[in-house]
């Protein structure tokens, strides 16, 4: 009975193993290929903050919460104006409605922050191409859940731990089902869905309907 359980056991390893060695496969393929795609973006991106008389970086970090609670700093390309969280403070202060916006949900559904070009990279999902270095690095995976905030522990109410024990991704179960048209609390049972659930099946799953989100703008804003 005990060489049944241990062998058992072992057929689970031998399968994480085999998941995790193709899934990080797929993320070296797809940041190699996604790196290439970063400067040619980039330039478009610049010329269109310059025209609009924006010299800032275009190029926006931040500290984000990867596996094992790991700190990392995580690239985007900047979509929003550079005293993005002076306006923010503003915002919630002056404007009710947007303040109750931001509590369910942590996005305003008209952002003052957002450029015109930002508007144009978020609804492409391209500000996010930068990540594909955080990808390269190990930082990130291609599917995953969406890297945490500091300020978004207290949400999880102590079952962080779960959400930390996946690396975090570019893109998962949360970003192909809606987006920011879910709900904060929806957003967080749907990454816990994949974190307890994550497959390779799950994850071609993901990649399929990401797809098919980027393409029809499927709850982007």
């Not at 993320?27 to 790196?35: A, F, M, Q, S």
């Not at 400067?39 to 025209?51: D, F, Q, T």
């Not at 391209?126 to 995976?141: A, C, R, W, Y």
């Not at 995953?144 to 522990?153: M, T």
Request: proline letters at 3%.
């Amino acid at each position: 009975m005990n060489d049944a359980i241990t062998l058992e056991k072992n057929k689970v390893s031998v399968k994480e193993v085999g998941y995790l060695f193709i899934k990080r496969l797929f993320d070296i393929v797809c940041g190699l290929l996604g790196c290439i795609l970063i400067l040619p973006i980039a330039i478009v991106v610049k010329i269109a903050y310059v025209c609009d008389k924006d010299f800032s970086s275009i190029f926006y970090s931040q500290i984000r919460i990867g596996k094992n609670g790991k700190k990392f700093k995580m690239y985007k390309f900047r979509s929003m104006v550079p005293n993005a969280d002076e306006i923010l403070s503003k915002t919630l202060e002056m404007d009710k409605v947007a303040a109750e916006q931001w509590r369910k949900y942590q996005k305003l559904e008209n952002d003052p922050r957002v450029t015109k070009m930002g508007n144009k990279l978020r609804k492409t999902s391209l500000d996010e191409i930068p990540q594909m270095f955080n990808v390269l690095k190990g930082d990130m995976s291609m599917i995953g859940p969406r890297p945490l905030v500091i300020g978004e522990l207290d949400a999880h109410k102590g079952n962080h731990e779960i959400y930390e024990s996946v690396r975090p991704g570019i893109t998962g179960w949360w970003a192909c089902n809606g987006r920011s048209a879910t709900t904060y609390k929806k957003r967080l049972e749907l990454e816990y869905y994949y974190c307890n659930n994550r497959s390779l099946w799950l994850d071609i799953k993901c990649v399929f309907l990401t797809i098919k989100a980027v393409l029809f703008k499927d709850g982007a804003k």
